[in-house]
């Protein structure tokens, strides 16, 4: 357990040093999404990524797995399906159950979309060692189990 300091300093916090890389993060891969014309947020993104390496799961898979409410993630999925990006089908068992797959054009499209988010992320590490990469990535998969098993 960490000693607390007697003064705390929201400047130097790991909760807000996180959050203000992650809002950074997001806001670059949107800026750079636009500027090339590619038709969906950062956020989209979060959930098309998951659908094309988990090709087929039921929505709710989804929901669960990205952190978000059913309401939120039905909305987004609409939203993409709309976009004729993905499309939903009814579960084998369960017909209520809505099952997720990329279209044939949402697969195309990420095939630069994910160009534009590893461009990204790749300046956005740049000056800084691999190993550094591989410590900040471990501490931060600890960080996030504590806080999911609080």
Sequence with gaps: MRHSKTTYSFEESLGHLTSQASRMILKRINQELSRRGLPITSDQFSTLVYVWNQNGQ?????????????TTMTRMLAGLESSGLIVRLPGNTDAREKNVFLTDRGNQMMQDVTQVVQEVLENAMSGIDE??????KNVLRKFYGNLCSL
Aim: aromatic share 6%.
């Design 58 to 70: 039921p929505q709710y898979t989804l929901a669960e797995s990205l952190n978000k409410d059913k």
């Design 131 to 136: 190993s550094e990469i591989e410590m900040c």
